[in-house]
């Protein structure tokens, strides 16, 4: 018997609205398809809409509290859980988690659907203490009823509402008037100086993510010269997917962990079977001027080891860029990979 966690998800906004998703995997990806032909398997849930992201989210099972974990993934797209931005946050009956103009609500899968009205803290509280399924008593036990004729409703008169209030005029005063306007005496003293205009500090600068020096003179393109993509590719030398040689044909990429061979990724990223990786460790973004590819490490991303040919090793935390060269080998989570440059003959 296939394991179910007792909950599902309903569509209440969007344009797949009334879809309902049963939760019956301990690891689910919430994400975007190409289209809607696009095949999913077990622990894959996509949607057409565009304004949902590729990798957008996913709810990990929580043994301890009975519920799923949500983790946010997408660096374009936010993910909503009541109304507020989060990285991470609990799943219960009611909760309502919104990405892009997709909106779900997290129902209970036995077939009781919360109204939208209903607050989330009813099921935050550990569970329903009412049956699912109202119990209707047979018709044998129930007394016959006979509606009595000589019995009437009395229909009450709708209430009358208050008249609405008149504005009250003021008083008649003593003091002269001019040109038809009644002259006050200014309630402040003439000899009183002008409150001084304060100029609120400037916010300081945002911090700027580290860089690591991209290369020396020496390696700098020749004047004139043209870089070019053509031929450039990542060979995985360690790991789970090692002999594996993947191109690089676009200006931008993604590396991270594959999602199985329904991976609407396949062709823009560079996706690799390491269980250690989030599903977007970085970014790979080409820069015509330099010749190379700049590595974006993600936010949420494991640290990253660059070893260069010259035996010098470089490290990456999480948000820091650096410019990549050839022969230059990525250590991230079990996998190594090195970048290369076939060059084309003739």
Not at 254 to 279: E, N, Q, T
Request: with cysteine.
């Amino acid at each position: 018997m296939s394991w179910n966690s007792g909950f599902q998800l309903r569509v209440i906004g969007g344009s797949e609205r009334d879809r309902v998703i049963p939760l019956l995997s301990k690891e689910i990806i919430l994400g975007r398809a190409a289209n809607a032909r696009v095949p999913t398997k077990e622990g894959q849930v996509f949607f057409t809409d565009p304004t949902v992201s590729r990798t957008h989210c996913t709810l990990r099972w929580d043994h301890r509290r009975k519920c799923y974990l949500l983790t946010h993934l997408s660096r374009t797209n936010s993910t909503k859980v009541d109304d507020e931005r989060v990285t991470q946050a609990p799943l219960t009956l009611g909760t309502k988690v919104q990405m892009g103009h997709v909106l779900l609500v997290v129902e209970s899968s036995a077939g009781t659907r919360l109204p939208e009205s209903e607050p989330a803290e009813l099921a935050s509280q550990g569970g329903w203490d009412i049956p699912l399924d109202p119990v209707l008593p047979s018709q044998e036990s129930a007394p016959d009823f006979e509606p009595d004729p000589t019995f009437a409703f009395e229909i009450l008169p709708p209430p009358i509402a208050p008249p609405p209030e008149l504005p009250t005029m003021p008083a008649p005063s003593d003091r002269p008037l001019e040109n038809g306007v009644e002259r006050r005496p200014s309630q402040l003293p003439a000899n009183i100086p002008p409150i001084p205009r304060v100029t609120p500090p400037k916010p300081p600068p945002p911090p700027r993510r580290r860089s690591v020096p991209l290369t020396t003179p020496s390696e700098a393109p020749l004047e004139g010269a043209r870089p070019s993509r053509a031929g450039w590719r990542m060979q995985v030398l360690e790991g789970p997917d090692k002999g594996a040689v993947m191109p690089l044909n676009a200006a931008e990429m993604l590396l991270g962990r594959s999602m199985g061979l329904a991976d609407p990724r396949f062709g823009h990223a560079v996706l690799i079977g390491d269980s250690s990786l989030p599903y977007e460790q970085a970014l790979l973004r080409w820069e015509e001027e330099q010749g190379s590819y700049v590595i974006e490490v993600n936010a949420q991303g494991l640290p990253v080891t660059i070893h260069r040919a010259t035996g010098q090793d470089l490290s990456l935390d999480p948000g820091d860029t650096m410019m990549l060269q050839i022969g230059d080998r990525v250590a991230v989570g079990k996998s190594v990979l090195e970048l290369e440059q076939v060059k084309r003959r003739g």
